[in-house]
Every structure is written in structure tokens, then in C-alpha cells.
């Protein structure tokens, strides 16, 4: 299985884990290094800039969110991943497909 996200998810994450769980930056520099290592996971570090600033901020408030909805709108077959509500129901009033975390 192949699993390919926006560079701007590591982003989002080291903040998460910062400012939500106060992990140690050391800790989740392992955490990251562990996770891109895995067989099938890819970052991807080009936006569709034109497409980027389509859905933002009309469709996606949130510039951080709209640049991962961007990848995942250029990416054929991907699916968003987010615990954020407000994402979530941006994604879907948008048609894409996303998973809601619990």
C-alpha cells in the first residue's frame, strides 16, 4: 500500500505533538524519521500553487489545511486524514473523500 502525504502534515504534526502533547522535539524527530522510513509512504513537496489558492479561503479556511487539501486534490485516489473537524467537513462539502479520526 502506498501512502503519500504533503510535506505539510510532518509540519502539522511536529506542532501537534509540541504544543497539544509537549513531546520533546527529539522525540518526535524519531517519531518522523521512523514514520518516512516506512516502505510506501512518500512526501510529497510540490503544491499546485493555482489550485492551492482555489479552495483557500473560500473552500478551506485554514491556509495549513488547504495546502494538505491541495495534495490531496492532485493526487488521483488520495484520501484525507484529519481529526479536525472543520477540515473534515471542508473536505467533504468539497467531495473529497476523507477519514475522520475518533
Not at 84 to 101: E, H, N
Request: hydrophobic fraction near 45%; charge should be neutral; glycine fraction near 4%.
Amino acid at each position: 500500500m502506498r501512502h503519500r502525504l504533503s510535506s505539510h502534515v510532518l509540519t502539522e504534526f511536529v506542532y501537534v505533538m509540541d504544543r497539544a502533547y509537549q513531546v520533546p522535539k527529539e522525540r518526535s524527530n524519531t517519531m518522523l524519521r521512523d514514520f518516512v522510513a516506512l516502505p510506501g509512504v512518500t512526501v510529497c513537496h510540490e503544491t499546485d500553487q493555482a489550485l492551492l489558492l482555489s479552495l483557500w479561503p473560500a473552500a478551506v479556511a485554514d491556509f495549513g489545511d488547504a495546502i494538505i487539501a491541495a495534495t490531496c486534490k492532485a493526487l488521483k485516489g488520495s484520501m484525507a486524514v484529519t481529526f479536525d473537524v472543520k477540515f473534515a467537513d471542508s473536505l467533504k462539502r468539497l467531495g473529497m473523500p476523507v477519514y475522520q479520526g475518533e
